[in-house]
């Protein structure tokens, strides 16, 4: 599947990983749209209970990164996501 920026196309990029934990509103937000965005193509990491999870990520979740560099922290657009991944 070729990548596209149209509304509703899925976009399947090597690297996308999204950090989340339990009970965090923004991270259901950006589940969603990860998820609008890259179908199935992600990866989800819950950090909840794994101590150097925690202490990198949790003043920050959501966080969204691409290719292993952090992307988008508390919340991601779909529109801003399918640019990112485009370039």
């Known amino acids: 599947m070729s990548l ?3 509304p509703g196309s899925l976009v399947k ?3 996308v990983r999204l950090y989340t934990a339990a009970g965090c509103g923004l991270c259901a ?3 969603e749209v990860v998820r609008e965005v890259c179908g199935d193509g992600f990866e989800l990491v819950p950090i909840d209970g794994i101590v150097e999870l925690e202490a990198r990520y949790r003043d920050s979740i ?3 990164e691409i290719n292993g560099v952090p992307a988008f922290t508390y919340f991601v ?3 801003a996501l399918r640019s990112r991944l485009l370039t």
């Open 4 to 6: 596209s920026a149209a």
């Open 13 to 15: 990029p090597k690297a």
């Open 29 to 31: 937000r950006a589940l």
């Open 62 to 64: 959501p966080v969204v």
């Open 77 to 79: 657009e779909p529109e």
